[in-house]
C-alpha cells in the first residue's frame, strides 16, 4: 500500500483523437442541440429503440424540487423481456444472445436469442407456478452464470422486480435486505467458485433467513446446481433450478406494465448505515440502457461484448443484461477471475470468442497491469475495437496501458462515468466523435445536462473545480429509495436547489472535460464496491468491548480506495486484537469490506459539536504526521499527537 504518485503520462495530459471523423463529429453536435432545444422530441425519438405495447406520447414530467417526482414515459406500456428477447427472434434467433464461459477450460454455454427466449419463458413460467405474482420482489444471489441472466429476465417477463445481491454480502447483510425489500423468493447457487475457494452460497441465504426470522418474507428458495456441493434442503421451502423448470411450457405470456412500474431494486451504500434500494422504473430505464449502451458501443452483426462486472452492481444490469440485449448483440459472460486458474485467461477468452467491445473496472486494469505486458502480446486481441472502464477514476497512467498494450493504440478507451442511482453512462466518449483524454470521462452524452457547482452549490462557469450535478432529469433515473423517498429527496436534491447531487468531485477544463475527483461524502470506493463508513463503524459498533469506530478510505495502488479503521476500546481493552476487529468487519459487512489496517487508538479526533474529523484521520493513515491544515475545529488538539505516536506504535510492532 502507498500513495499513488503522478506519472509522466499524468504530467503530460494528451489528447487522442484516433478515428475522429467530421462526419461523426457533425451528427453528435446535432444530437447535442436536438437534446437541447427540444429535450422531449429527442428522448420519445429514442424511445423508438425499444418495443412497446402501447407507445408513450410523453416523455418526462418530472421535478427536482417540492417532495421530487422522478417520470419518464407515463402512458407507455411494455415489458422490458420483449425488447431484449422477443424482437429479435424474427431477426436474429439463431444469433448468439449470451456466450457463457466457464472458470473451467472448455466449461461453455452458448444460448441463440431463441433458446434464450424459451429458457427465460420457462423460468418465468415456473416463477408464476411458485404464485410470484406481478410486483413481488424476488432476490437473486447467483455467481456469473447463466442462470443469473435468465433470473433477472425471468422476472421481467412477469412483473416481479428483481434485487440481485452480491454474493460477498454477509448473510446479515442478506437478511436486511430480504427484509427491506421483503422479497417473497430467492434464486441462489449451492456453492460458486472463486479461484481455488468455494464460496458458499445456499448456507448464506439460510443463516440469513435465519436472522430474517418471521419477518422476512421468503417463501421459497431456488437453488441452482453450480458446483454440485451437497447443500442442506428445506422440504416445502427449498427446491432445486433444474427440477422447477423441467416441465414449464416454453411460451410465457408476458406481464405488460406501465412505464412507471418498477423493473428492480438495487441496493447500494450511501452515508448512512442502512444500505438503501434503487429503484428503477420499467419503461424510462429501457429507453436509457439501450440508448446509453447503444450510443457509447454501437454494435455491429457479429460483434460480441463482454462486460466483466458482476450481475449484483449496475454495470452487470445495464452492460451484461439490457443494454446488449436491447441492442441485439451478443453478450459473454465469465464465471471466473481475470487471472485464474493462469495470468492471461482473460486475453484467452478475447481471441477464442473474437470480443469487439471489453468493460472492467480500474481495479482489474490495474491488476493485470501488474502481470506485464507479455501476457496480453502472445495473444491475438485485434477484434477488439472498444476498451471501456467505469467504478472509479483510472489514473491516466493505467488508461495508455490499456490504450497502448491491450488496444495497440487502434481500440478507444471508453472512460465512462455513472452510478446505481443514474443506472446508465452519463459521462463518456462517443466514438468517432469525442477526441479522448487519458484519464477524463469526458462529456455528457447528448441529451444530458451537467454542472459544476461551488460547496454551496452555485453554478460555476469555464474551468472549475466543485461538486457534481446533473441539472434535468434523464429516463433511466433512479425514482425514489424503496420506502424511503425523504432519504431519497434529501441524498440528492437538497444540496442544490433544483439539482441531482451526485456526491462526486469534480473539475472541468478549459475544453469542457470532466475530470472525476473522488466521491465527496462518507463513501469508500473499494475496487468499485461503494462502501460507506457508517456500515463499517455500525458493524464494529455490535461488538461491546469497543467504544466506537471511525473508517476512513485512503490511497491504495491497486483497490484505488482502500479501509483503514480506528478504534477506541472500553476502558479495560480485555484483549482485543485489530485482527478480530477485521474479522468482525468481514463477518457483519462481508469479505469485500476487509479493511487493509485497523489501529487502536486512546481518543478519536472530534469537533466541538462531537463529529469525527475524518479528514485527519485520513491523513494520519496515510503515514502523514504534520501540516494537518486548520485544526481549530478541534474539541482538542493534543488528540492528534496521541493518535500519531499510536499509529507508530502498532506500525513499528509489526515490523518487529
Ligand atoms: O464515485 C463515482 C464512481 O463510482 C460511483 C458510483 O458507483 P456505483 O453506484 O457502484 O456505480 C458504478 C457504475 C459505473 C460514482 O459516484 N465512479 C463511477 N464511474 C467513474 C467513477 N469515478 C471516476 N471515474 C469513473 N468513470
Redesign the pocket.
Known amino acids: 500500500m502507498s500513495s499513488v504518485t503522478p506519472t509522466p503520462h499524468e504530467l503530460q495530459p494528451q489528447i487522442i483523437i484516433a478515428g475522429v471523423t467530421p462526419g461523426q463529429t457533425a451528427a453528435y453536435d446535432a444530437l447535442v442541440a436536438f437534446g437541447e432545444s427540444d429535450p422531449d422530441g429527442f428522448w420519445l425519438n429514442e424511445a423508438k429503440r425499444i418495443t412497446w405495447t402501447q407507445d408513450p406520447t410523453r416523455a418526462s414530467t418530472s421535478s427536482f424540487t417540492g417532495d421530487v417526482r422522478i417520470r419518464w414515459f407515463e402512458d407507455g406500456r411494455l415489458n422490458a423481456s420483449v425488447s431484449c428477447l422477443d424482437r429479435h427472434l424474427k431477426e436474429r434467433a439463431d444469433q448468439p444472445a449470451l456466450i457463457w464461459e466457464g472458470e473451467t477450460d472448455g466449461d461453455r454455454r452458448t444460448l441463440t436469442y431463441r433458446e434464450l427466449h424459451t429458457q427465460v419463458s420457462r423460468t418465468a413460467n415456473a416463477l408464476r407456478s411458485l404464485g410470484v405474482k406481478k410486483g413481488d420482489r424476488v432476490a437473486i444471489h447467483l455467481p456469473m452464470v447463466a442462470e443469473g441472466l435468465i433470473s433477472m429476465l425471468a422476472c421481467a417477463r412477469i412483473g416481479a422486480p428483481h434485487v440481485v445481491m452480491f454474493g460477498g454480502f454477509s448473510p446479515e447483510g442478506i437478511s436486511e435486505r430480504l427484509v427491506d425489500s421483503g422479497a417473497v423468493a430467492v434464486i441462489t447457487a449451492d456453492t460458486a467458485r472463486r479461484g481455488s475457494k468455494r464460496i458458499p452460497h445456499k448456507t448464506a441465504i439460510d443463516q440469513a433467513l435465519k436472522h430474517a426470522g418471521t419477518i422476512g418474507a421468503v417463501r421459497n428458495v431456488i437453488v441452482v446446481t453450480v458446483t454440485g456441493d451437497e447443500v442442506p434442503m428445506k422440504d416445502g421451502r427449498d427446491i432445486r433450478f433444474t427440477d422447477l423448470i423441467k416441465n414449464q411450457s416454453a411460451d410465457c405470456e408476458p406481464e405488460i406494465m406501465n412505464a412507471e412500474d418498477p423493473l428492480f431494486l438495487l441496493y447500494?451504500s450511501g452515508s448512512t448505515g442502512k444500505p438503501k434500494a434503487i429503484v428503477h422504473a420499467t419503461g424510462g430505464y429501457m429507453v436509457w440502457a439501450s440508448y446509453t449502451f447503444g450510443t457509447v458501443y454501437p454494435q455491429e452483426p457479429g460483434d460480441v461484448h463482454w462486460c466483466t462486472?458482476d450481475i449484483a452492481?449496475?454495470?452487470g444490469h445495464s452492460c451484461v443484461v439490457y443494454g446488449p440485449l436491447a441492442n441485439g448483440t451478443t453478450t459473454l459472460m465469465y464465471e471466473g477471475l481475470p487471472s485464474w486458474p493462469r495470468a492471461g485467461r482473460w486475453w484467452d477468452i478475447i481471441q477464442r470468442n473474437r470480443v469487439t467491445s471489453l468493460f472492467t473496472?480500474?481495479t482489474a486494469i490495474r491488476a493485470l497491469m501488474r502481470e506485464g505486458d507479455d501476457f496480453p502480446g502472445t495473444f491475438d486481441l485485434s477484434s477488439l475495437r472498444s476498451l471501456g472502464?467505469?467504478?472509479?477514476?483510472?489514473s491516466a497512467d493505467a488508461w495508455m496501458w490499456y490504450y497502448e498494450v491491450i488496444g495497440k493504440s487502434r481500440a478507444a478507451v471508453i472512460?465512462?462515468?455513472?452510478?446505481?442511482?443514474?443506472a446508465g453512462i452519463i459521462?463518456?466518449p462517443v466514438v468517432g466523435a469525442t477526441p479522448m483524454k487519458p484519464g477524463s470521462?469526458t462529456k455528457p452524452l447528448p441529451g444530458i445536462g451537467v454542472v459544476v457547482t461551488d460547496d454551496k452549490g452555485n453554478v460555476l462557469e469555464g474551468a472549475a473545480e466543485g461538486c457534481f450535478c446533473i441539472t434535468t432529469s434523464w429516463p433511466g433515473q433512479a425514482r425514489t429509495i424503496w420506502q424511503d423517498h425523504k432519504r431519497f429527496r434529501e441524498t440528492y436534491f437538497t444540496f442544490s436547489e433544483g439539482k441531482y447531487f451526485?456526491?462526486?468531485g469534480v473539475r472541468r477544463d478549459e475544453d469542457g472535460y470532466y475530470w472525476?475527483t473522488?466521491?465527496m461524502d462518507d463513501?469508500i470506493?473499494v475496487s468499485?464496491?461503494?462502501i460507506g463508513t457508517a456500515e463499517i463503524e455500525d458493524a464494529v459498533a455490535v461488538d461491546h468491548r469497543l467504544a466506537e469506530a471511525a473508517a476512513v478510505g485512503i490511497q491504495h495502488d491497486l483497490k484505488g480506495q482502500g479501509i483503514v479503521v480506528f478504534v477506541v476500546t472500553r476502558a479495560s481493552r480485555s484483549g482485543v486484537r485489530p485482527e478480530d476487529i477485521a474479522a468482525v468487519i468481514s463477518r457483519n459487512v462481508g469479505r469485500y469490506a476487509a479493511p487493509e489496517k485497523v489501529y487502536l487508538v486512546s481518543e478519536l479526533p472530534k469537533t466541538r459539536s462531537g463529529k469525527i474529523v475524518r479528514r485527519l484521520l485520513r491523513k494520519i493513515a496515510e503515514g502523514q504526521t504534520g501540516e494537518f491544515g486548520d485544526l481549530s475545529s478541534l474539541a482538542d488538539t493534543s488528540v492528534v499527537d496521541t493518535l500519531i505516536a499510536d499509529v507508530a506504535r502498532q506500525n513499528q510492532s509489526e515490523n518487529v
Open positions: 447500494t462486472a452492481w449496475i454495470t473496472a480500474p472502464t467505469a467504478g472509479e477514476p483510472i472512460d465512462t462515468w455513472w452510478q446505481t442511482e443514474t459521462l463518456g470521462a451526485t456526491g462526486d472525476i473522488g466521491r463513501v470506493n468499485g464496491h461503494r
